[in-house]
């Protein structure tokens, strides 16, 4: 499996941006996709995850600012942020982990793609 993300950058606090990962290979339906993010000297920290019924989970502090979306017929996955804070500035990686009550165990990371803040 690999994933493709895309479309972090530069933008002002206030702002927003788009991200979007492409997963390709054999993928698993009922894979959950998502996106994590780290930010310097920090620990890698879930942003939001979507199941492949389209349910999703975000971080608290970020459910009223961003939005998760999950395309399953073209295996991609996107994340709309909006009212962007300097905080929020960090890599970012899509991921897509067997659900919960699955035998089967696997967890794939993409490259990261960077987002920045500015105040």
């Known amino acids: 499996v690999q994933l493709q993300a895309s479309g972090g950058g530069l933008v002002q606090a206030g702002g927003s941006l788009r991200l979007s990962c492409a997963a390709s290979?054999?993928?698993?339906?009922?894979?959950?996709m998502g996106w994590y993010r780290q930010a310097p000297g920090k620990q890698r920290e879930l942003v939001a995850s979507?199941?492949?019924?389209?349910?999703?989970n975000y971080a608290d502090s970020m459910k009223d600012r961003f939005a998760i979306d999950r395309d399953n017929a073209r295996n991609t996955v996107t994340l709309q942020m909006d009212r962007l804070k300097p905080e929020d500035t960090a890599v970012y990686y899509c991921?897509?982990?067997?659900?919960?009550?699955?035998?089967?165990?696997?967890?794939?990371w993409g490259q990261g793609t960077l987002v920045t803040v500015s105040s």
């Open positions: 290979g054999s993928i698993i339906t009922s894979s959950v």
């Open positions: 979507v199941t492949s019924g389209g349910t999703p």
């Open positions: 991921n897509l982990k067997n659900p919960r009550w699955s035998y089967q165990k696997y967890n794939y």
